[in-house]
């Protein structure tokens, strides 16, 4: 089964208006002649429109770093996502460590996010990931698996195979500490089977798992010659045009 790579870029809350501009036009030019590999990234909110306008008629997916499961209403201080679409988004990133362990979302509001999502057409990003605790208490499968269950909640097959899922380990966020392949690869090939047991085999070889933390120009090769690794989702090193050029021409 083959999975197309996606090398995303979750800008955050960073970036002024014109540099998120820039940013995204240098991406434009990075995807020049670039074939089987897919290239998103995630302005915050306000940038979106702006960025539409640079990636209009390219190949670059547009995504926000959130959204409301309901279209429309009284959610003060939520996007919808008929107004992430109407923007240009395509792609919608779900349940980020920051969002879950800053903003205290959990698994019940984040299904409900991306089953919102789904019902108007983006592609969610669903990010799971243990902390440290849970991981030097042995509990990253256990951890894992019910984010995933949960966050997956209610959908069917048809549904699931839509989602893409983000492996970003907790402590790896921002602190220059990466998974090595292996330890990705042993928490991949664990989604992929949660996936398999709960839907089926075909659909969880479909699925694309992106790893990400610390993802950099040094680690990327390494990373992406894992088989069940299928892109990235790249925080810090995605805000430098030279550094994400590195990242989306992984060796393959
Ligand atoms: P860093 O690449 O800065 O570790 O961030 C990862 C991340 O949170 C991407 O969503």
């Known amino acids: 089964m083959s999975r197309t790579p996606l090398l995303a870029g979750n800008w955050k809350m960073n970036l002024a208006l014109d540099e998120a501009v820039q940013l995204a036009a240098a991406v434009v030019e990075s995807c020049r002649g670039l074939a089987g590999r897919e290239v998103m990234v995630a302005p915050a ?7 539409a306008r640079v990636l209009q008629g390219t190949s670059v ?13 009284a ?8 107004m992430l679409k109407e923007a240009g988004a395509s792609m919608v990133i779900l349940g980020h460590s920051e969002r879950r362990h800053v903003f205290g ?16 057409d983006l592609t969610p990003i669903l990010c799971l990931g243990e902390t440290l605790e849970e991981r030097e208490a042995d509990q990253i499968f256990e951890v894992l698996e019910g984010q995933l269950l949960r966050g997956l909640g209610g959908l069917d097959p048809e549904e699931a195979n839509r989602v893409v899922l983000a492996y970003e380990p907790v402590w790896a966020i921002g602190t220059g500490r990466t998974a090595g392949p292996e330890q990705a690869r042993e928490v991949h090939a664990f989604l992929r089977s949660v996936l398999a047991d709960r839907f089926e085999k075909t659909l969880a070889e479909s699925v694309r798992i992106l790893y990400g933390g610390s993802v950099n120009p040094e680690n990327i090769d390494s990373l992406m010659a894992e088989p069940d690794i299928d892109g990235a989702l790249v925080g ?17």
């Open 61 to 73: 997916l547009l995504a926000g770093q959130n959204m409301c499961w309901e279209k429309r209403g």
């Open 45 to 51: 909110f306000l940038h979106i429109p702006a960025v």
């Open 236 to 252: 810090g090193a995605a805000l430098k045009s030279e550094s994400f050029d590195r990242i989306i021409h992984f060796a393959s």
């Open 75 to 82: 959610f003060t201080g939520e996007v919808s996502g008929p």
């Open 105 to 120: 979302e959990d698994d019940e509001l984040i299904n409900r996010r991306l089953r919102g999502a789904l019902a108007c």
